[in-house]
C-alpha cells in the first residue's frame, strides 16, 4: 500500500530509509510498547517505520506547518500517511512535549550543528540539542532502541560528543552503504540499546 499514501520520490527515500535501519541491526527484542520518530517532517517514512519495527508509531515534528506550494502542510500529509497505519498519531509540536515511553525511538538526521537547522528556517530559540538528546534517551524504555542517523563526518563527530555529554554509551554502526539511497553525502548511523539497569555509562565506543 506504499503507494497509495507515498509519491513516487517518497516511496524511494522510505525504500532506502528501511534499507538503512535494516543495516542498523534487529529490534525485535524489543520491549512492549509504541515506537516514536523524531524530527518526522511530513512522515512519509512511516511506511518503512512500520515495516522495521511492527506496532504503533508516534511521528513527532515540530515544523508541522510548513506549507507546500500546493498549499498543503507538511502535517495535513503526516495525518494522512498515519491513517494508513492502526494506531499511528501525527504529532504537530515539540519532542519535549512527549512523555513516552516508548520502545524504540528513530532520528534521522538531528540538528547537531546550529548552521542547518537556521537553513531549514527554525528559529535559534529550538536549537537545543543536548536538552532534546537527553529528553529522548529518557523517552526510552529500558532495554528498548534509539537509532540515530547523521550526515557526513561533521555532524557524526558533534553527535558523538553529544552522546558523551548525555553520558551516553552509543555504538557507531558505521557508514551506512545502500545501493537505493537518493543522497550524495555519507550517512553514518548508531545504535543504544538502554541498559536495563538504568545506568548511562560514560564512553562512547567505535567498531
Ligand atoms: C534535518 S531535518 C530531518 C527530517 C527527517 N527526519 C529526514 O530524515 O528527512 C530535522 C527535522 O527535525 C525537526 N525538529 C527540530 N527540532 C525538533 C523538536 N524539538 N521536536 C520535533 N521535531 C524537531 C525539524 O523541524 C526538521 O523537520
Redesign the pocket.
Known amino acids: 500500500m506504499w503507494p497509495s499514501v507515498l509519491t513516487v520520490n517518497e516511496l524511494h527515500?522510505a525504500a532506502y530509509?528501511l534499507d538503512l535501519l535494516d543495516e542498523v541491526g534487529s529490534v525485535s527484542a524489543r520491549p512492549d510498547g509504541p515506537s516514536l520518530?523524531?524530527?518526522?517532517?511530513n512522515g512519509s517514512?512511516l511506511p518503512a517505520f512500520a515495516a522495521f519495527a511492527p506496532g504503533r508509531w508516534d511521528l513527532?515534528?515540530?515544523?508541522?506547518h510548513?506549507r507546500y506550494l500546493s498549499l498543503s502542510t507538511?502535517r495535513a500529509h503526516g495525518e494522512r500517511v498515519a491513517r494508513a497505519f492502526p494506531g499511528a498519531r501525527y504529532v504537530a509540536?515539540?519532542?519535549?512535549?512527549l512523555v513516552g515511553p516508548y520502545a524504540t525511538i528513530?532520528?534521522?538526521?538531528?540538528?547537531v550543528d546550529p548552521v542547518?537547522?537556521a537553513a531549514?528556517g527554525?528559529p535559534s530559540r529550538?536549537?537545543?540539542p543536548e536538552t532534546?538528546l537527553t529528553h529522548v534517551r529518557d523517552l526510552l524504555l529500558p532495554g528498548g532502541t534509539l537509532i540515530v542517523?547523521n550526515?557526513g563526518e561533521a555532524e557524526r563527530d558533534l553527535q558523538r560528543s553529544l552522546f558523551d555529554q548525555c553520558k551516553m554509551r552509543v555504538r557507531l554502526v558505521g557508514k551506512v552503504r545502500s545501493p537505493l539511497t537518493p543522497f550524495r553525502r555519507p550517512r553514518y548511523a548508531w545504535r543504544w540499546d538502554k541498559p536495563t539497569s538504568g545506568v548511562h555509562s560514560f564512553h562512547v565506543d567505535e567498531t
Open positions: 527515500e530509509i520518530d523524531v524530527g518526522s517532517k517514512n513527532v515534528e515540530v515544523d508541522a510548513r507538511r509540536g515539540s519532542v519535549l512535549d528513530t532520528w534521522i538526521l538531528p540538528f542547518p537547522h531549514w527554525l529550538l536549537y537545543e532534546l542517523v550526515q
